[in-house]
């Protein structure tokens, strides 16, 4: 079975500063892994995801995030935070039905301080 | 072109009474996946639906029932609801059902059970 642990429920950077969200997956089949952003009261964007080609994914806003199976770790980063970087944050796997839902973790709050 | 849209934006019900959440899918999409997301949590897996049928389900009780319209808009529908039935529903399309296709998000209906 599939699953996520995003470590740490909220982190908080200064604006310019590194942004680093961790995101672990357990799964028994090779993994597609995403990154969303939940900006308050709004539904889900896709910011990146992997789906077994390079394993330096680059995203939406500066982010990119890099699959390390070794580690089991899909961490999302991007070199220096904004103010509108002020967000809830989910990475997600892919179930391995044929639904191809997906597996939340239960998301990072990230806050950015001036 | 249209992205994905859900309506009402808000609802306010009381416990034991039944509530239909709307969803229109994007233009070309033939599937609709329907996640709740209880605060502070990560979107659940609902069920999902392709080309009119049931396919999968995640780990909600029959309560929770769905239809898919011949222009693959999709409707939810929650019976005799409960005070944890109070969500954020998010409803996602995409090209086709399986793990290959990339799920768009709506921005959901919040639902509140007094």
């Known amino acids: 079975a599939q699953s996520v642990t995003q470590l740490g429920s909220h982190v908080s950077v200064s604006e310019g500063a590194l942004v680093l969200l961790r995101c672990n997956y357990s799964s028994s089949v090779p993994p597609y892994l995403f990154w969303y952003v939940q900006y308050p009261n709004q539904g889900l964007q896709l910011l990146l995801k992997?789906?077994?080609?390079?394993?330096l994914v680059k995203g939406i806003n500066g982010f990119e995030a890099e699959f390390k199976k070794s580690e089991t770790s899909f961490h999302l980063t991007k070199p220096s935070a904004h103010m509108s970087d002020a967000a809830e944050y989910f990475c997600a796997v892919h179930g391995s039905s044929n639904t191809g839902k997906l597996i939340f973790g239960q998301g990072t709050t990230l806050q950015v301080k001036p | 072109e249209t992205g994905v849209t859900q309506s009402p934006t808000h609802l306010i019900k009381t416990r034991g009474q039944q509530v239909t959440l709307r969803c229109s899918s994007q233009s070309g999409h033939n599937t609709v996946s329907w996640y709740q997301q209880a605060l502070g949590q990560g979107p659940q897996f609902i069920f999902q639906?392709?080309?009119?049928?049931?396919?999968g389900r995640g780990n909600f009780p029959p309560r929770f029932s769905g239809l898919q319209f011949p222009n693959y808009s999709s409707e939810l529908n929650v019976n005799a609801l409960e005070l944890d039935d109070s969500a954020l529903y998010l409803c996602?399309?995409?090209?086709?059902?399986?793990?290959?296709?990339?799920?768009?998000f709506g921005p959901g209906t919040r639902l509140t059970v007094l």
């Open positions: 639906y392709y080309r009119e049928e049931e396919n």
């Open positions: 992997y789906t077994s080609a390079a394993t």
């Open positions: 996602a399309s995409s090209w086709q059902a399986g793990r290959y296709n990339e799920q768009f």
